[in-house]
């Protein structure tokens, strides 16, 4: 299983955050410090016996966070549960000096792995993203990383407006230049409600059109296969054991522990979700002695869905026995066998017996895909 801790505050508004509300000049460390462990303790009585193999400190800016508080949480989840030998402990920054000034004593708390946003290589699209560093501070940080954590990782923002193939491709292989396991590579999606979405409503915005961004797909996949780091998920990128142990748990939909404000998790046959604003965490906390706003049963049409839909996103494609098993759903209920036929015909998916998988060929239309295959739909109500 994983655990995952959220830190709910920013130290600076970007314009993508949903936490900007969490922006804080001043935290009650000691505050947290208790409510943190409390909650944490009550999700492992609710999970006992499991072995823990990784750990995520993410949310606001969680490398802000005091290392020593990072390390006591570390010590209380590896005391609740069993850690795994080769338990994997990330942690997300920003790739600003203030932050790698923390990475020594990070390390030595016993974060293994971080997990880096420098998003771009070049300061005029840092500046439209709007982010607060530059490139060479990025850098900076990033070399600092390099030095104090075994495992780093750093994401990179591509089909941005106006960018070209030959462009994005001078960007990628000086990003794999630097040597890092784990590459995280998004294309640049207009979300509803942000900033981008005005731009683009105003014609102030041009996103890049489909055939672009399929072509640059391709472009990544290539690139970066043939530098050792094949993709592992729809857009993430590893050497062989470096992929995200963490995320792993994600896509193949098993369980999860969340604590902290906002924290999502995954217990069974039960989504959890803690109070989202930070007072109200802490009334919580007070009351209740746990951070909960949310048991929500899971019915197995969704257990089955939500399976198939992370794990789809893989290269190594899903197990349908392990999902039907898992979810009490039949196996030939889960799929569209006559649409499976067709896509493995037209070689978007592969299947041998129960397992499935999208193709190099099909993922680009991964979206399209799913939504013809995926048999399973759960109950209206939902």
Same mark, same amino acid.
């Not at 993410?58 to 338990?87: F, K, N, Q, R, Y």
């Not at 949310?294 to 197995?300: G, M, Y």
């Given at each position: ?122 300061? =005029?699209? +840092?500046?439209? *993203?709007? &982010? ?5 501070? #990025? %850098?900076? $940080? ?71 961004? =399929?072509? +640059?797909?391709? *472009?990544? &996949? ?5 530098? #050792? %780091?094949? $993709? ?71 257990? =089955?869905?939500?399976?198939? *839909? ?10 349908? $026995? ?61």
């Amino acid at each position: 299983m994983a655990l995952y801790i959220h830190w709910p505050f920013c130290v600076s508004k970007c314009p993508y955050c949903d936490f900007n509300s969490h922006v804080r000049d001043t935290v009650d460390i000691a505050q947290w410090h208790h409510a943190l462990l409390a909650d944490l303790a009550h999700e492992a009585a609710l999970l006992p016996g499991r072995t823990l193999g990784s750990i995520f400190f993410g949310g606001g800016t969680p490398s802000l966070m005091p290392p020593a508080l990072v390390e006591t949480l570390i010590g209380a989840a590896t005391t609740h549960w069993a850690a795994s030998d080769t338990i994997e402990i990330t942690l997300e920054a920003n790739p600003s000096s203030v932050e790698a000034a923390r990475f020594a004593d990070l390390a030595r708390a016993g974060v293994n792995r971080v997990s880096l946003g420098l998003q771009a290589l070049d300061d =005029a699209t +840092l500046g439209f *993203l709007g &982010r607060a560093h530059g490139v060479d501070e #990025g %850098l900076r $940080a990033l070399a600092t990383a390099q030095q104090h954590f075994s495992r780093v990782s750093f994401d990179l923002i591509y089909a941005r407006p106006g960018q070209s193939p030959d462009q994005w491709e001078a960007e990628l292989r000086r990003a794999l230049g630097f040597g890092t396991g784990h590459l995280s590579l998004y294309q640049l999606t207009i979300e509803p409600g942000t900033r981008f979405e005005t731009l683009v409503r105003r014609g102030e915005l041009i996103p890049a059109d489909d055939d672009l961004c =399929a072509d +640059l797909f391709d *472009l990544t &996949r290539d690139i970066t296969a043939s530098a #050792g %780091l094949p $993709a592992y998920e729809i857009s993430n990128h590893a050497r062989p054991g470096e992929e995200s142990r963490h995320n792993l748990t994600y896509w193949r939909y098993g369980d999860y522990a969340g604590i902290g404000p906002g924290a999502h998790g995954r217990r069974g046959a039960l989504a959890t979700e803690r109070h989202r604003k930070p007072e109200n965490y802490l009334s919580a906390m007070d009351r209740n002695g746990h951070g909960l706003a949310i048991e929500r049963p899971l019915d197995p049409a969704t257990r =089955a869905m939500e399976a198939l *839909l992370m794990g789809l996103r893989l290269a190594e494609g899903v197990d349908l $026995a392990r999902i039907a098993a898992r979810s009490g759903v039949a196996l030939d209920a889960l799929i569209d066998g006559k649409a499976a036929e067709r896509l493995v015909g037209l070689g978007l998916a592969r299947r041998d017996g129960d397992h499935i998988t999208v193709t190099e060929k099909g993922m680009p239309l991964l979206n399209a895909i799913l939504a013809e295959i995926v048999a399973i739909e759960p109950p209206a109500a939902l």
